[in-house]
């Protein structure tokens, strides 16, 4: 039986799928790279803290960048492809590539273990830096009762 293809989908649906794949593709990127965590932690910097800021956030994109570079590289060069996940054998990219580059020995799992670490601290950041993001909107009726733990205390602290 031949394959055809899907109908041209409307103009209007086309534009919003591009949208949301740029939406995604951006909140991908930025929730591992310390954006949030460089911009929520800007007085945290020496003087001149913006100055510093911009410098570290600039180091954090070529770095990501060539990182990006080596692993499109390695991908293409162990013909590396995505297989579907919640299949029998499924395996991410990265995995798949540590496996090819390294083996199934103590390195791979010393990898794996050090990317789930990664993860995790990138994916508290957010969380961590909320209360100091918070703090100087404390005041408004709105935001602080929103943020009221039980017992009536506020997460949200006080300035001194």
Not at 27 to 53: D, I, M, Q, Y
Not at 72 to 84: G, H, K
Request: glycine share 6%.
């Amino acid at each position: 039986m031949p394959v055809t293809s899907p109908p041209h989908p409307p103009a209007v649906t086309e534009a919003v799928s591009y949208w949301l794949l740029l939406k995604v593709f951006s909140s991908g990127c930025t929730a591992l790279t310390g954006v949030e965590a460089v911009s929520n932690g800007v007085k945290a910097f020496r003087e001149p803290a913006v100055k510093n800021a911009q410098r570290t956030l600039t180091i954090i994109i070529f770095l990501l960048a060539a990182l990006l570079a080596g692993l499109s590289y390695l991908v293409n060069v162990y013909s590396i492809v995505a297989t579907e996940p919640g299949k029998p054998g499924y395996q991410s990219i990265l995995s798949m590539l540590t496996s090819a580059v390294f083996g199934q020995g103590a390195f791979y799992y010393l990898t794996m273990a050090a990317i789930l670490l990664v993860l995790s601290l990138s994916a508290n950041t957010a969380f961590a830096t909320f209360r100091a993001c918070a703090a100087p909107s404390h005041r408004t009726t709105i935001f602080r009762t929103r943020f009221v733990i039980e017992g009536g205390a506020s997460c949200i602290p006080t300035e001194s």
